[in-house]
């Protein structure tokens, strides 16, 4: 079953109360993802609920947004969703229920230009955007409410049509690709000012003819993944320390002996880093390459034919299933990710409306589930967290069930975010397990407690409350 439930978690507290009552929640599966479709041609952002068992983005509604929605951003806390107006030359911020999806508008502000892209910082204080026409971008402060600030807070030249903008994960340096331009920008990132300042060299510039677009960050090395519009090539960069980017492989999205007009348009790559997907227009196809753990270098698996004119797909946050909108065809069609191959199972296609643009596929935790809503409505420190009787007895038994091979971390943290103990940390092939934790060599004089479970595909929590 290739959802986020691979975690399903039985858990047994043996409690002893004396004068004290205990109460212990268990994390179901609780997580819901959607799919924001922008749909230039309709003025709308259509919002679907993913059926996780078999990938069907199942239509909510329609959110009205007048000015031609396109690039899409998600905020770092999942609780805002940020758009650009390409034909207001604007950009508009909403706030996003976890629990149903919905979007309800917060502001919208003026654009330096016609936005082509538009990103959020690692920090979630800075929106990054890019204007193709105007060869310019600008960086716009968010406020602590989610709602942007009217004015650029930095506005700079760049070379000819930027076409993406974009911190890596450490939020320390900022890279600005340039299509036509042909040259990648590279600056060191201020996170508190939001300032940038040109790096040395302070650009990259691929062969002629390579147009580099989107970029792709890989999630736990200093390697960075760029799509080549014009080149129908994907290039692979180390970041070294200070920044700078080196290139150390180029490969073509194409399969051997197409020689037919075609251009590449985005790149995604799995929340394991095992495989990277980039679309092509022309070909009419997504690319799929494996990437070699070691090298770090990209292997072709294969190509698989898709909606007319891909402009933008995204991978689900756990890896199980890729959407792809063709920007022409007004449709999205929807893919099973092979996690041990890489390889496309095509499920089904639907349409969307008039010229998708963007798509964006997130996971909302219920909000009911966090582990401060078990806390009293007054702050923690108002009440007495010290010197508490261990309410868990002298063992608590966790146990789960693993419905195939992975990695999985099993860890208990105390309220402040403090490390416990971490109980287990390894590979298992699958199947019913069980560890105890011996809570009377804990350290940690909080009443609140929750055990993590962590895997390459997702999380669970089991909160462990005492309650005065």
């Known amino acids: 079953m290739h959802n986020f439930s691979l975690i399903k978690v039985l858990i047994i507290i043996f409690l002893m109360f004396f004068v004290q009552s205990v109460v212990a929640g268990t994390a179901q599966n609780d997580t819901a993802f959607y799919c924001y479709v922008?749909?230039?041609?309709?003025?709308?952002?259509?919002?679907?609920?993913?059926?996780?068992?078999?990938?069907?983005?199942?239509?909510?509604?329609?959110?009205?947004?007048?000015?031609?929605?396109?690039?899409?951003?998600?905020?770092?806390?999942?609780?805002?969703?940020?758009?650009?107006?390409?034909?207001?030359?604007?950009?508009?911020?909403?706030?996003?229920?976890?629990?149903?999806?919905?979007?309800?508008?917060?502001?919208?502000?003026?654009?330096?230009?016609?936005?082509?892209?538009?990103?959020i910082d690692a920090s979630?204080?800075?929106?990054?955007?890019?204007?193709?026409?105007?060869?310019?971008?600008?960086?716009?402060?968010?406020?602590?409410?989610?709602?942007?600030?009217?004015?650029?807070?930095?506005?700079?030249?760049?070379?000819?049509?930027?076409?993406?903008?974009?911190?890596d994960p450490s939020n320390r340096f900022l890279y600005i690709t340039n299509m036509t331009g042909n040259s990648i920008l590279q600056y060191k990132f201020d996170t508190a000012s939001g300032t940038i300042a040109p790096l040395e060299p302070a650009e990259v510039i691929p062969a002629e003819g390579t147009g580099p677009r989107?970029?792709?960050?890989?999630?736990s090395k200093n390697m960075v993944y760029v799509v080549n519009e014009t080149g129908n090539?994907?290039?692979?960069?180390?970041?070294?320390?200070?920044?700078?980017?080196?290139?150390?492989?180029?490969?073509?999205?194409?399969?051997?002996?197409?020689?037919?007009?075609?251009?590449?348009?985005?790149?995604?790559?799995?929340?394991?880093?095992?495989?990277?997907?980039?679309?092509?227009?022309?070909?009419?196809?997504?690319?799929a390459f494996g990437i070699d753990p070691d090298t770090d270098s990209l292997t072709t698996i294969g190509h698989y034919n898709t909606v007319n004119s891909p402009r933008e797909f995204d991978v689900d946050p756990i890896g199980t299933y890729l959407y792809?909108?063709?920007?022409?065809?007004?449709?999205?069609?929807?893919?099973?990710?092979?996690?041990?191959?890489?390889?496309l199972d095509s499920l089904g296609c639907i349409?969307?409306?008039?010229?998708?643009?963007?798509?964006?596929?997130?996971?909302?935790?219920?909000?009911?589930?966090?582990?401060?809503?078990?806390?009293?409505?007054?702050?923690?420190?108002?009440?007495?967290?010290?010197?508490?009787?261990?309410?868990?007895?002298?063992?608590?038994?966790?146990?789960w069930f693993l419905d195939e091979p992975c990695h999985i971390r099993v860890a208990v943290f105390d309220v402040s975010g403090r490390l416990v103990t971490k109980l287990m940390d390894g590979f298992l092939p699958g199947g019913f397990y069980s560890v105890d934790w011996k809570t009377e060599n804990n350290k940690s004089d909080n009443c609140l407690y929750?055990?993590?479970?962590?895997?390459?595909?997702?999380?669970?929590?089991?909160?462990l409350v005492r309650i005065q």
Not at 236 to 256: C, M, R, W
Not at 450 to 463: A, E, F, H, P, S
Request: proline share 6%.
């Open 124 to 167: 979630g204080r800075f929106l990054l955007s890019a204007y193709f026409n105007a060869s310019k971008a600008a960086i716009y402060p968010i406020n602590s409410d989610g709602s942007l600030q009217s004015a650029a807070s930095l506005t700079v030249s760049t070379n000819i049509n930027p076409h993406a903008i974009i911190t």
């Open 351 to 399: 349409e969307t409306g008039k010229t998708p643009s963007w798509v964006l596929v997130a996971g909302f935790k219920n909000a009911t589930t966090e582990v401060d809503d078990l806390l009293p409505e007054s702050s923690p420190s108002e009440y007495d967290l010290k010197n508490c009787p261990n309410p868990f007895g002298s063992v608590t038994s966790i146990r």
């Open 38 to 119: 922008s749909l230039k041609g309709d003025n709308v952002i259509s919002v679907y609920k993913i059926n996780q068992m078999e990938g069907i983005p199942e239509k909510i509604y329609d959110e009205p947004v007048s000015g031609g929605p396109a690039s899409l951003a998600l905020h770092p806390s999942k609780h805002y969703l940020y758009v650009a107006l390409r034909s207001a030359n604007a950009i508009s911020a909403y706030r996003i229920d976890p629990a149903s999806g919905r979007l309800s508008p917060i502001n919208s502000i003026p654009a330096v230009d016609n936005p082509v892209y538009i990103s």
């Open 450 to 463: 929750y055990c993590q479970l962590l895997t390459d595909r997702g999380c669970d929590v089991i909160k």
């Open 214 to 219: 989107h970029v792709v960050f890989h999630r």
């Open 233 to 287: 090539s994907i290039t692979a960069y180390h970041v070294n320390e200070n920044g700078t980017l080196k290139a150390f492989q180029t490969i073509s999205t194409l399969p051997d002996g197409y020689d037919e007009t075609n251009k590449c348009a985005d790149v995604h790559i799995t929340p394991d880093n095992r495989f990277l997907f980039a679309s092509n227009r022309g070909h009419e196809s997504i690319a």
């Open 324 to 343: 792809a909108a063709g920007e022409t065809s007004d449709n999205l069609a929807w893919y099973r990710i092979d996690k041990i191959s890489g390889e």
